[in-house]
């Protein structure tokens, strides 16, 4: 095996994103960082080095474990990469959405002062409290069952 892999093809194989093509465009929007510079998808990763991947409102951090060129299960992704992202950037996966958009036909004014009622009516019976974190997502970001938020 070679001692270095291209960014796009370690990012697509240890499942970060779905598709090649999807790294090499998160990379040309510098939306990938390694070692603190932003990387293009030509990149090449060593062992040891630190990748910070934004994506969203976050900024997930891996470590290179061991070089890999083809998609693995996302059961041996750990033998691969270490994920070393802050709680508090995981936090932000939980952040309830503060905005809440009503669709008004354009042309249609101000709201009366009852579309403004019903419009606070509808506000008050959303919940936005998250209970649990589906299990793939806590895969992927290698929470257990065990943690606490």
């Known amino acids: 095996m070679a001692d270095s892999v291209r960014i796009d093809k370690y990012l697509w194989a240890i499942r970060v994103?779905?598709?090649?093509?999807e790294a090499t465009e998160a990379c040309n929007g510098n939306k990938i960082k390694v070692g603190g510079a932003p990387a293009?998808?030509?990149k090449m990763v060593k062992v040891g080095e630190i990748i910070e991947v934004r994506k969203?409102?976050?900024?997930?951090?891996?470590?290179?474990?061991?070089l890999l060129e083809k998609r693995v299960g996302a059961a041996l992704v750990p033998d691969y990469a270490?994920?070393?992202?802050?709680?508090?950037?995981?936090?932000?996966?939980?952040a309830p959405v503060?905005?809440?958009?009503?669709?008004?036909?354009?042309g249609a004014g101000r709201p009366t002062k009852k579309d403004r009622r019903d419009i606070d009516t509808m506000r008050e019976g959303i919940s936005?409290?998250?209970e649990d974190i589906p299990d793939d997502v806590a895969a992927h970001f290698g929470l257990s069952e065990d943690d606490d938020f």
């Open 17 to 21: 994103y779905k598709t090649r093509s």
């Open 40 to 42: 293009k998808p030509s």
């Open 56 to 66: 969203g409102a976050i900024v997930l951090t891996y470590k290179v474990k061991a």
């Open 82 to 94: 270490i994920n070393q992202t802050p709680q508090s950037e995981l936090d932000k996966l939980r």
């Open 98 to 106: 503060e905005t809440f958009f009503v669709r008004r036909d354009r």
């Open 128 to 130: 936005f409290d998250i």
